[in-house]
């Protein structure tokens, strides 16, 4: 059984830095592409960063671009999400998943990713 779990999240004043990680079992994890997506209160699940499955093509959202980073470390199953220069629209809960039996289409939606963890809340005061 694939289980995806998130650690890291917390709360952080605006400019500060948070480390995401995501720690997987159950799969061949470097096998896969890995995505972080958020959904904030009444607003709908928005793509944060994806990695490829060795770690050498990364994508990002606009929303982020410059100040996260996706990186992975297949070794020890994880994948990570550095925050930079973080912002009070941050604020949302952060999710990874594992794109497991779609092979080909974009990085982007989150249709496309078929496991998820539970998520990790992240709060951004100003």
């Known amino acids: 059984q694939v289980q995806l779990v998130e650690s890291g999240g917390g709360s952080v004043q605006a400019g500060g830095s948070l480390r995401l990680s995501c720690g997987g079992s159950?799969?061949?994890?470097?096998?896969?592409?890995m995505g972080w997506f958020r959904q904030a209160p009444g607003k709908e699940r928005e793509f944060v960063a994806a990695?490829?499955?060795?770690?050498?093509?990364?994508y990002y959202g606009d929303s982020v671009k410059g100040r996260f980073t996706i990186s992975r470390d297949n070794p020890k199953n994880t994948v990570y999400l550095q925050m930079n220069s973080l912002k009070p629209e941050d604020t949302a809960l952060y999710y990874c998943?594992?794109?497991?039996?779609?092979?080909?289409?974009?990085?982007?939606?989150?249709?496309?990713?078929?496991?998820w963890g539970q998520g990790t809340q992240v709060s951004v005061s100003s």
């Open positions: 998943a594992a794109r497991i039996a779609f092979t080909t289409g974009d990085y982007f939606s989150g249709a496309l990713y078929d496991a």
């Open positions: 159950g799969l061949t994890f470097s096998r896969y592409p």
């Open positions: 990695v490829n499955w060795n770690g050498d093509r990364t």
